[in-house]
């Protein structure tokens, strides 16, 4: 089976966790500073904070706000369910703006969605896709809002001749399938010394020295075992990065023309979390059917994700979740399929992705 998402660790990886194990400093210590170090290196920003996960990145980012109840946070239903957990941890309440067709939130229906109680803004650059934040940034702007990017799926990502995380306040998640990791971990980058600052007391219990309380923090730290782990990732993230763009272009060659098969763009910023097609209506065998008929040729695929996020039981009646008709996210739900493009794909794999591929929807 070619897969998905393999989780690949080498020799350094074990060396490293090694030295944390043989020095006994297992808690938040010189090897989460250097992990910071590589992401400040890494996006440009002038700050990165580590923290234990993408979610709690983008909660405590969120709490830097001090969002009063009742205040809106606008995201993505296109989106995994940690954004909005986030939200509803920070106290705030969630409203979603539509998408547009390459899977990221649509910056007209975002300033649309805009109300009066309306605080934040939180894009998701979702498959690895930078979102249009120049856009993003003049809408939050005009109406005073805050913005906080969901950059878990977008390390090393550029957009307007930036990386994503170099400007603003942007978070990332290093859980084990993301396009690096430390297993669970969290990083938030940002431009801003106060809200780093802010951050690193949150993070901490809300200490500012040891038993200074400033604030009611929380327990979001990383330890030194997870950021060893993560080193030698961020430190073949460029490399890596630059491998699923090769497989990502040759996969958009090689798939072109398949009847009821729409490929993603390959707009040079992108880092290919995901390599993700629309299987429409033209299409000889619908969506599920097509992955099941890959797996059976020995292609696992995924389908991120199968239903607009805010679709559950739980959110649907939830008072922080307000939700509303989301055409281009419905349609994404039915349609989407990620197909293999990671930087462990050999050569022979990704000939074999493509002639599974071609077998599958050719007429
Ligand atoms: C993975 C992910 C998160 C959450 O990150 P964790 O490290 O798993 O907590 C948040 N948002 C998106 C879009 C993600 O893909």
Redesign the pocket.
């Known amino acids: 089976m070619i897969r998905l998402s393999p989780v690949v660790l080498g020799a350094e990886e074990e060396r490293n966790v090694l030295e944390v194990l043989r020095t006994g400093w297992l808690a938040q210590g010189p090897m989460v500073r250097r992990l910071e170090d590589g992401f400040r290196a890494l996006t440009g920003a002038d700050h990165a904070v580590a923290v ?7 909660v405590a980012a969120l709490e830097t706000l001090d969002l009063e109840p009742g205040a809106e946070v606008i995201t993505s239903p296109f ?5 909005i957990n ?1 939200v509803i941890e920070a106290g705030a309440t969630v409203r979603f703006a539509d998408i547009g067709t390459d899977f990221n939130i649509d910056p007209a229906s975002l300033e649309a969605a805009v109300t009066p109680r309306t605080r934040a803004l939180l894009p ?3 498959y690895g896709k930078p979102c249009d934040v120049a856009a993003i940034r003049s809408i939050a702007a005009r109406h005073g809002l805050a913005v906080v990017e ?1 950059a ?2 977008a390390h090393g990502a550029e957009v307007g001749g930036e990386r994503v995380g170099r400007r603003g306040v942007a ?1 990332f ?3 084990a ?2 396009n690096m990791t430390t297993g ?3 990083m938030i980058t940002t431009d801003d010394p106060v809200t780093a600052d802010r951050l690193r007391v949150l993070r901490n219990q809300g200490m500012r020295a040891k038993y200074d309380y400033e604030v009611p923090g929380h327990n979001y730290r990383l330890t030194d075992l997870q950021a060893a782990i993560g080193l030698p990732q961020l430190a073949r993230l460029e490399e890596h990065n630059a491998r699923r763009r090769a497989n990502a272009a040759y996969l958009d060659q090689h798939l072109a023309g398949l009847a009821g098969v729409a490929l993603p763009d390959v707009s040079p910023g992108h880092v290919f ?1 995901q390599y993700t097609i629309r299987v429409t209506g033209a299409a000889r065998l619908d969506r599920d059917a097509a992955r099941e008929a890959l797996g059976e040729r020995g292609v696992e695929s995924g389908v ?1 994700y199968p239903r607009v996020a805010f679709d559950y039981k739980c959110y649907l009646d939830h008072p922080a979740v307000i939700t509303g008709p989301m055409p281009e996210a419905e349609r994404a739900a039915a349609e989407v399929l990620s197909l293999p493009v990671h930087q462990h794909l050999t050569e022979d794999e990704r000939e074999r992705v493509v002639g599974v591929v071609r077998e599958v929807f050719d007429a």
């Open positions: 234990s996960s993408g979610t709690t990145a983008l989106t995994f369910a940690a954004t986030a998701v650059h979702l969901d878990a799926q978070c998640s290093l859980y399938t993301k669970e971990g969290g979390h991120f």
